[in-house]
């Protein structure tokens, strides 16, 4: 299922690109993960990076993450 109180299915199509990050240990979130597809006429991407459901704030899955959303957004999005 996706995320409680993101765009669901049925909520009408967004025409902005989504990218869906999921860990590949993380049972909750990484099999939905391509269901963010349906909520987009816009670009779409899934990208899955090493870790459990946490990986995001860990290293090296947190640069990972940042490069990712550089190249599809074309901005450095490291903090500063």
């Known amino acids: 299922h996706l995320f409680r109180g993101a765009a669901e299915p049925g909520d009408g199509i967004l025409d902005v690109p989504v990218c869906a990050i999921s860990a590949r240990s993380d049972r909750t979130t990484s099999p939905s993960a391509e269901a963010w597809r349906q909520v987009t006429s816009g670009r779409f991407r899934h990208r899955e990076i090493e ?10 899955a947190a640069g990972e993450v940042q490069a990712h959303l550089a190249e599809v957004y074309g901005t450095d999005m490291s903090p500063e």
Do not use: Y
């Open 51 to 60: 870790g459990d459901h946490f990986a995001i704030h860990t290293n090296p």
